[in-house]
């Protein structure tokens, strides 16, 4: 990997013309189109001060779909040998900076419709001021023309006195439209009309610094016209300047004059002014300062495009995975270049229809689903829905919002679609752990992309149909292991899979003894996979023992320091140690799986699918206002993670409307409101009510439900197992 701060643009600019430097097809829209931003980054390299970095990605030309920086049509390839570079970040400043200093976007751009953004249309140039102006002060002397001598002695290694902001207001920009007649359209010949322009300008001078990189076939007509101009322009200046010292009314001012011009050279001004013939010297004098001044300004300019303050960053082919980490880092709290950008622009190769939107379609496409996997809960709620194919899992979990996929979906696609290409024939023993890493993933030859693309889409719509119908999970985010979406996604790539109710249900099991046994608390990857195995064991008939999966259900809120029982009821915080919130969550996913009744309306019943669902939020159970003691505050307890109402026991969803009928009651009085059915579904049927002290109350209540809850989901899991014993 090689890293420099600076760079030559020239080099740069001339392999974006070569088509060494190309853009991925994936890179986001061009933004910098704002006349400002694109006179900031101009500014500060004409500076010399640090514009960031870029990023490069080299490989061969045909691993990804790319276009030419600038440029909306993608780029034929087929030509191109050897290696290139994928600007992977950048791309905003590398197609502005290379808009202003050369001609390559256009020459690249048969048609101005072909351009990433009408913003590109600007023609930049830098305004030198008239000598009078400022003699007069009207504008500042950046460059030394009031004296015709340039205000750095080594202009091509310098730092300038000015700073960017002071520089702003001496950049300045003219549009083109297709087919006009401006001289600075890139489109048309450059001709003498352009030296007209640029020294007629109605306050000052003009340098096109699209002239500073000359390329393509234009190139000897830009050093020429970039010559003239200078020189033309600096004729000017010397003209002004003569002819207002010959304006002056006395010997004494035109002296004064000639002292102030050479003020840097004192021994050759005596010598001048000791001349009878001085004033027509000076001419001369004017000439040779002119000649310099355009040397060393072309000298400046050329160093501030040639030595840019910009640090490249080169990754190899082999190394793309650690190029997502660097973009990570350079961009970070910003949009992040991922995995799936770089698989976008591999299977644009082998399909030129955007795939992003691809998968859109393909996952709100209408989607089927079998009853017969269902319990008869939910199948009863359900059924309308999947007899009028209204219900599509994938949006109903909310995996794309706001037109956006959900990177959790992006990450589980990837895995699924790894897993599978790697293993078609679904072998246990050939499922590894590299298959769900980011360099394997990036191997993926586009054909298997292509080809595996809407397979994987629908196979994560059914694992997503799963987890609404059976682990109550309303969203994907909901699914707090998200590689439990990739595993079950990979095995329902098999059809008998997915249609088989015994393998439903087997799943279910399984969640249920993963979450509440903390078995992918540690070491997500390598269990997922060890449970993968086993799994497809299991359903293909290879080995249906489940010695596995009873190790695991056997830990059900039993696994110390994750569920055990003294850790749920904060038996254990004088060590320092209290329940993880995810079992919060756990808790009422599993009650929300069952169904239940609403606690205060016996008319309504809590699912999934109820109408009130997307609104359903972890409350306490036992509200804290019941449970405060004299002087406690209800925020102070809510902020304790060691208080026993925070124990992930005492949650479960509600809606809003019983949150409002919950206040802050005494304990016996809140408990009487509650509908015994609602008691029943949620295990809160028991408490102490011989006790006056409302701790042990709360602590009792609590104790009895994890009991009983602990007995209820192990008896469950078994008997889900049932037919698998």
């Not at 209408?366 to 007899?387: D, F, G, Q, R």
């Not at 320091?561 to 808790?587: I, Q, T």
Request: charged share 25%; aromatic share 10%; glycine share 4%.
């Amino acid at each position: 990997m090689a890293n420099s701060n600076y760079s030559d643009f020239k080099e740069i600019v001339r392999d974006i013309d070569d088509r060494k430097i190309l853009l991925p097809d994936f890179q986001r829209d061009f933004v910098w189109k704002d006349e400002e931003r694109q006179k900031k980054i101009v500014a500060s390299v004409l500076t010399k001060m640090p514009i960031g970095s870029i990023l490069l990605l080299t490989s061969s030309a045909d691993e990804y779909c790319s276009k030419i920086i600038g440029r909306n049509a993608d780029l034929n390839t087929s030509d191109i040998t050897g290696d290139v570079d994928f600007l992977l970040d950048g791309q905003q400043r590398i197609t502005v900076l290379t808009n202003v200093f050369s001609n390559v976007i256009h020459d690249k751009c048969p048609r101005v419709s072909e351009l990433v953004s009408p913003s590109l249309k600007r023609r930049f140039f830098l305004k030198i001021p008239k000598w009078i102006d400022v003699h007069n002060g009207k504008e500042a002397d950046l460059f030394g023309i009031q004296t015709l001598a340039f205000p750095l002695a080594n202009p091509d290694v310098d730092i300038p006195e000015f700073l960017s902001g002071e520089i702003l207001s001496f950049i300045e920009t003219q549009t083109f439209n297709a087919n006009d007649n401006k001289p600075y359209n890139p489109h048309n010949n450059l001709s003498t009309d352009l030296d007209q322009f640029c020294t007629s300008f109605s306050n000052g001078y003009l340098i096109p610094l699209y002239l500073l990189i000359q390329t393509g076939r234009k190139k000897s007509q830009m050093q020429l016209r970039f010559k003239d101009i200078m020189t033309r322009i600096s004729e000017y200046i010397k003209s002004e300047m003569y002819d207002y010292f010959t304006s002056l009314p006395s010997d004494a001012e035109q002296r004064a004059f000639v002292k102030k011009v050479m003020h840097d050279d004192p021994d050759e001004c005596t010598e001048l002014l000791d001349k009878v013939t001085y004033v027509d010297e000076f001419e001369t004098v004017l000439d040779n300062r002119k000649d310099i001044w355009v040397d060393s300004m072309k000298i400046y300019l050329d160093s501030c495009v040639k030595t840019v303050y910009l640090s490249q960053i080169r990754v190899s082919a082999s190394q793309r995975g650690r190029a997502i980490d660097i973009y990570e880092n350079l961009n970070m709290g910003g949009v992040s270049l991922n995995t799936f950008d770089l698989i976008m622009a591999r299977v644009a190769k082998v399909d030129k229809k955007n795939f992003l939107q691809r998968i859109k379609e393909s996952i709100e496409s209408t989607k089927t689903y079998p009853n017969s996997v269902l319990e008869s809960s939910i199948k009863t709620i359900l059924s309308s829905a999947l007899t009028n194919k209204t219900y599509n899992a994938t949006l109903k979990t909310n995996c794309i919002n706001k037109g956006e996929l959900n990177p959790r979906y992006i990450d589980a696609f990837l895995d699924v679609l790894c897993l599978y290409c790697n293993n078609p024939s679904f072998d246990p023993d050939k499922y590894k752990v590299d298959f769900i890493k980011k360099d394997k993933i990036l191997n993926l030859v586009p054909e298997e992309i292509n080809d595996n693309c809407e397979k994987v889409i629908n196979a994560l719509d059914r694992a997503l149909f799963f987890f609404q119908t059976r682990c109550g999970i309303r969203t994907i985010g909901e699914i707090n292991y998200n590689l439990m979406l990739v595993l079950v996604g990979t095995l329902f790539m098999e059809d008998s899979y997915f249609y088989n109710y015994e393998v439903h249900r087997l799943l279910e099991a399984w969640y249920w003894s993963v979450v509440f046994s903390g078995e992918y608390d540690k070491d997500q990857n390598s269990h997922m996979i060890s449970n993968l195995q086993n799994i497809v064991r299991c359903v293909s008939g290879t080995n249906r023992d489940l010695t596995w999966l009873n190790s695991i259900s056997a830990n059900v809120l039993k696994m110390t320091n994750f569920s055990d029982k003294d850790l749920l009821l904060m038996n254990k915080v004088n060590e320092d140690r209290y329940p993880k919130p995810v079992l919060r969550n756990f808790m009422c996913q599993y009650l929300l799986s069952g169904t239940y009744m609403d606690m205060f309306d016996e008319t309504k019943k809590i699912s999934v699918f109820c109408e009130d669902a997307d609104t359903l939020e972890a409350h306490h159970i036992i509200p804290l206002g019941s449970a405060k003691k004299v002087g406690e505050i209800t925020a102070d307890i809510r902020k304790n993670p060691r208080h026993i109402c925070n124990s992930p026991l005492n949650f479960v969803y509600i809606t809003k409307a019983a949150n409002k009928d919950i206040s802050d009651d005494a304990l016996d009085a809140y408990e009487k409101k509650i509908q015994p059915a609602a008691k029943a579904a949620l295990f809160i049927s028991s408490y102490t009510p011989a006790s006056h002290d409302t701790e042990i109350k709360v602590r009792g209540l609590l104790e009895s439900r994890y009991s009983m809850m602990q007995g209820t989901i192990s008896g469950e899991i078994n008997d889900l197992l049932t037919n698998w014993m």
